[in-house]
């Protein structure tokens, strides 16, 4: 079955906060990874959370939890371009390339 | 630096052909990789090339499918015969080093193959 969740779609207006959530199943992952997908583009790294806390870049922060299986992007002052797919991503243990949640599309408006 | 690169963007073929797709990764990138997105669903692995070798190909749905990487340089990914099913966009992506392993780099990607098979 698909290891990490995440909501299929959210709905925001420019300028304001969102939350996108990320729940895994699967145990023993290096870290929880981030990637920003426009339409007919390439996924591109956004963060990564190898420790349980935040990390902040920018616009951008990215939560991880161990002990509750769960992350977040958090995505501040939303713009325009900021419509795009996200995805959320773990290496698991034993196996060096990238399981990817079933990403959350995200739609900003004016 | 060129970024991960993928030949054609756009493929239509009938069931039953054969299509050839091609990634050049990012130059000295030992690590390149094949993922695929079916019907909007999790982008998912397919198999991991460490230079011309495959290190990793449980990702590959079926015998239909076979990726070489000769020379270690560019790669391709050819589907013979073409199923509807295998139907998505076919990424490929390139790494120094095997995964992130705890440091955090993120993999490149390309902008991926998009091929309908009807």
């Known amino acids: 079955g698909q290891s990490l969740e995440q909501p299929s779609e959210v709905t925001a207006v420019e300028g304001a906060i969102v939350q996108i959530n990320c729940t895994y199943q699967t145990s023993g992952f290096y870290g929880l990874s981030w990637y920003q997908q426009h339409d007919g583009g390439a996924p591109t790294f956004l963060s990564y959370?190898?420790?349980?806390g935040l990390e902040e870049t920018g616009r951008f922060s990215s939560f991880l939890s161990r002990s509750d299986s769960y992350g977040y992007l958090l995505l501040q002052e939303l713009q325009m371009k900021d419509s795009a797919s996200y995805f959320c991503a773990v290496e698991k243990t034993g196996r060096r390339a990238l399981t990817f949640g079933s990403g959350t599309r995200l739609q900003v408006q004016p | 630096e060129a970024g991960v690169t993928q030949f054609p963007s756009h493929s239509v073929i009938e069931k039953g052909q054969t299509v050839t797709l091609r990634c050049d990764p990012i130059?000295?990138?030992?690590?390149l990789y094949w993922y695929r997105r079916v019907m909007g669903k999790e982008i998912k692995f397919l198999l991991h090339?460490?230079?011309?070798?495959?290190?990793?190909e449980s990702g590959m749905p079926n015998n239909r499918f076979l990726a070489e990487r000769t020379g270690g340089t560019y790669s391709t990914l050819k589907v013979q015969p073409a199923e509807l099913e295998d139907s998505g966009v076919y990424f490929c992506?390139?790494?120094?080093?095997?995964?992130?392993?705890?440091?955090?780099?993120?993999?490149?990607f390309g902008s991926g193959t998009r091929l309908t098979v009807v």
């Open positions: 090339f460490v230079k011309e070798s495959k290190q990793d």
């Open positions: 959370n190898a420790l349980d």
């Open positions: 130059s000295g990138h030992d690590n």
């Open positions: 992506a390139s790494s120094p080093r095997p995964g992130q392993g705890g440091y955090g780099y993120g993999y490149t």
